[in-house]
């Protein structure tokens, strides 16, 4: 069985492949040389609220919408493809597709490598177990199985918590495999984004697991990824983050503020 059946995730919101016509359909929005009608991102779409496949296949998610409503804004056509984690920063990395939109937690290692927009949401680390469960912090899984998504700030934390090369640290292409490891006793724990988690306790309240909070976590902020050194696109996403950042859309698609 697909893991994908153990989640219960809410109904759909809209298509993240559309055609945007804001600024007529002959338009295009440029930067420079570079010139750009439709924008392809990559994605992982198993990582509810953020992104997750619908009942018809569809890309769609917090991401989805956000690129959306920037596509909409500058006159630009958006896709989003489910391509894999790794996949995607390969992918953007020899231009299969323009960018990443992974909820993909902007860090100094990867800047080193890729190129992020501003912060478009603050999201923070929890703790998963079972209920009942005397997991209380960081400290009380420093010995124990640990699952994560790979290359993921959630895997970080488990390196940095029980060394680089521990064999306690399971971890895997996406989340939902994480999850399902606590269930069926696997892991101990896993680590993943607060909004994840939370979102798929809401959707899943008899599924026997629960979130630990730990001040020790600090806040993550997530931003479109694109190649290094391309500005043209940066510059694109930025103007038209800005935009829905002003006009309140931003806040009204996350249902939070950032500044």
Avoid at 25 to 42: N, P, R
Avoid at 130 to 148: F, M, N, Q, R
Avoid at 198 to 214: I, R
């Amino acid at each position: 069985m697909s893991t994908r059946k153990l989640f219960k995730w809410a109904a759909p919101l809209a298509a993240a492949s559309m055609i945007l016509t804001a600024c007529g359909a002959d338009e295009s929005s440029s930067t420079g040389d570079k010139e750009y009608k439709k924008i392809v991102a990559g994605t992982e779409a198993t990582y509810a609220p953020f992104e997750y496949l619908d009942d018809k296949g569809n890309v769609v998610g917090l991401d989805s919408e956000i690129l959306a409503a920037i596509g909409e804004e500058m006159g630009i056509e958006t896709e989003v493809k489910n391509v894999g984690w790794d996949s995607m920063m390969s992918q953007v990395t020899n231009g299969e597709v323009d960018m990443g939109a992974a909820a993909i937690t902007i860090t100094d290692e990867r800047k080193q490598t890729y190129d992020f927009t501003d912060p478009y949401y603050e999201a923070t680390l929890l703790i998963v177990t079972k209920e009942g469960s005397t997991v209380a912090s960081l400290e009380d899984i420093k010995d124990k199985k640990i699952a994560v998504q790979i290359n993921t700030t959630g895997h970080i934390a488990a390196q940095e918590l029980q060394g680089v090369a521990s064999s306690k640290i399971l971890a895997y292409e996406n989340f939902s495999v994480a999850l399902t490891e606590v269930l069926t006793g696997a892991a101990d724990a896993a680590i993943g984004d607060n909004a994840v988690i939370l979102d798929y306790l809401e959707n899943n309240p008899d599924s026997g697991l629960k979130a630990v909070e730990d001040n020790s976590f600090e806040k993550d902020y997530f931003g479109f990824m694109v190649k290094k050194g391309n500005k043209e696109l940066l510059d694109i996403l930025n103007e038209g983050l800005q935009k829905i950042k002003d006009n309140g859309k931003l806040a009204e698609i996350t249902g939070t503020e950032i500044e």
